[in-house]
């Protein structure tokens, strides 16, 4: 069995840091987005791996051939972002001998029993009750949980089971069949060739979809949703740092997770901080923010801020959301 996680999307939602960086190498609790999928998948026993990349593709690939070493990967590039149904039927000659595939988008994390997925004879799509979902693909349900309806954000939804973007498909081939038809006949919603309009089309040609229930979702697509996943998942064992180096008269208040070569000084750091190696936090107090590498906060005040890699911010007392190469000088 394969995964298929197509990451060529360009983040605008994301913006100013998806200017640089590409959404699933953002981090949340200690590691990149992407890590987060990988890891997952590793765990019940998935090896092989198939990423749909476009822009800053380069980035990705660099990423995960550095830092996941150990899974079989095969790169396949979305020559134009046409929607997420183009991209899974771009990877089509990668997949189409598979007997099972599941295929995760880049940017979401999740909390799901993907095991009980894993088992299930036949194709399944994740699914969790929203509040509002008209931003979302839906899914109409009968009683036993089979999937008789999906709709890509319906202006009137007659359901509020969101898609959270977690799909397993025992019938790869017919997948790739109906992206490709909607492909021939231009089915699109909102300007895109959308993968719940290829899954309607398995679903009016009599493939059987079951569902199941995700207890968390994160779609870490906009930055609060990402500074909010990233204080959940630091509550949660593995993800916080427990042991730490002794900072100069700093004061951390956990959880945070603050990753080698950082140096922090006469600083309170926490609770609900990433930071990422080799930055330097000096005279500042940094709460329920994530920071990137190499960046260097000084005499600041930071509260619910997302500040990138490479940045640099003095004398300040603000909430921020600061992309990578910047330099900010408020004394
Ligand atoms: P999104 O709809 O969130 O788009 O894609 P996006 O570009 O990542 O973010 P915004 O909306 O501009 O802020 C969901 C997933 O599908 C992938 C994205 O990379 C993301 O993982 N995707 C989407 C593709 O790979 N190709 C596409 O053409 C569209």
């Known amino acids: 069995m ?25 981090p949340v609790a200690g590691k990149p987005i992407i890590s987060f999928i990988i890891d997952q998948l590793v765990e019940i026993g998935i090896q092989d791996f198939v990423f749909v990349i476009g822009y ?22 979305q020559p134009e972002r046409l929607g997420l149904g183009h991209a899974v039927w771009t990877a089509r000659e990668t997949i189409v001998n598979e007997d099972e595939l599941f295929i995760v988008l880049g940017d979401t994390i999740f909390d799901a029993d ?33 999937v008789l309806k999906v709709v890509e954000k319906p202006k009137i939804p007659r ?4 898609l959270v973007g977690l799909y397993k498909c025992t019938e790869v081939r017919k997948l790739i069949e109906a992206l490709e038809f909607n492909i021939n006949n231009e089915v699109k919603t909102k300007g895109e060739f ?25 779609d870490c697509g906009k930055k609060e949703v990402l500074l909010e996943t990233n204080a959940i998942l630091l509550q949660k064992p593995g993800y916080a740092n427990e042991v730490l180096p002794d ?20 600083s309170i750091v926490g609770p609900d901080v990433t930071v990422a190696e080799n930055t330097v936090i000096n005279s ?40 990578d190469n910047n330099e900010i000088d408020f004394s």
């Open 2 to 26: 394969k995964a298929l996680i197509p990451v060529a999307g360009v983040g605008t939602r994301l913006r100013p840091h998806t200017y640089t960086q590409p959404k699933p190498l953002l």
């Open 56 to 77: 800053l593709g380069d980035k990705i690939t660099n990423y995960i051939d550095e830092n996941h070493p150990n899974i079989n990967r095969e790169y396949v590039k």
């Open 114 to 146: 993907l095991k009980q997925m894993l088992h299930t004879p036949n194709s399944v799509l994740g699914i969790k009750k929203v509040d509002d979902p008209r931003n979302f693909g839906v899914a109409e349900l009968d009683e036993s949980g089979k």
């Open 159 to 162: 359901s509020n089971m969101a």
């Open 194 to 218: 959308q993968l719940t309009d290829g899954i309607q089309h398995m679903i009016e040609n009599g493939t059987s979809f079951s569902s199941i229930h995700v207890n968390n979702w994160f």
């Open 247 to 266: 900072y100069e008269n700093s004061i951390i208040i956990h959880p945070v997770s603050i990753a080698k070569g950082c140096k922090i000084t006469n």
């Open 284 to 323: 500042s107090i940094v709460k329920n923010s994530i920071i990137g590498h190499f960046s260097r906060i000084e005499g600041v005040v930071l509260y619910s801020s997302v500040i990138g890699n490479d940045a640099s911010i003095k004398g300040l007392s603000q909430s921020l959301n600061i992309g």
